[in-house]
Nanobody, 125 residues
Framework: QVQLVESGGGLVQPGGSLRLSCAAS????????IGWFRQAPGKGREGVSC????????KYADSVKGRFTISGDNAKNTVYLQMNSLKPEDTAVYYC??????????????????WGKGTLVTVSS
């Protein structure tokens, strides 16, 4: 099973930016896609963004459209989440996951094959 490691979280002021990375232990071609999720304190986990294994399809939750950008570097087995114009409500633990489902129905439907352990993003002044 592929292992995923997130990095890049931290404390940032409202309006600031962060770039998260999701590094895979091996090629993730056996999976349809890589998804980013987040879980805020006291709330359930929600889908944030998805990128297909080919990089040709991306999806975003309405709450982050226009602010977050997902991208991938297959040579490095790494997926990135560029987060701009951050808001306090973006505060959460962010997880990446290898998906056994395509991005086309994300975030409403997904099947997770493997989870990372998460990285904390705190947006506060």
């Amino acid at each position: 099973q592929v292992q995923l490691v997130e990095s890049g979280g931290g404390l940032v002021q409202p309006g600031g930016s962060l770039r998260l990375s999701c590094a895979a232990s091996r090629v993730t071609l056996n999976y349809y896609a890589i998804g980013w999720f987040r879980q805020a304190p006291g709330k359930g986990r929600e889908g944030v963004s998805c990128i297909s294994s080919s990089g040709g399809t991306t999806k975003y939750a309405d709450s982050v459209k226009g602010r977050f950008t997902i991208s991938g570097d297959n040579a490095k087995n790494t997926v990135y989440l560029q987060m701009n114009s951050l808001k306090p409500e973006d505060t959460a633990v962010y997880y990446c996951a290898a998906l056994n489902s395509p991005c086309t129905r994300y975030p409403g439907y997904y099947v997770v094959g493997a989870w990372g352990k998460g990285t904390l993003v705190t947006v506060s002044s």
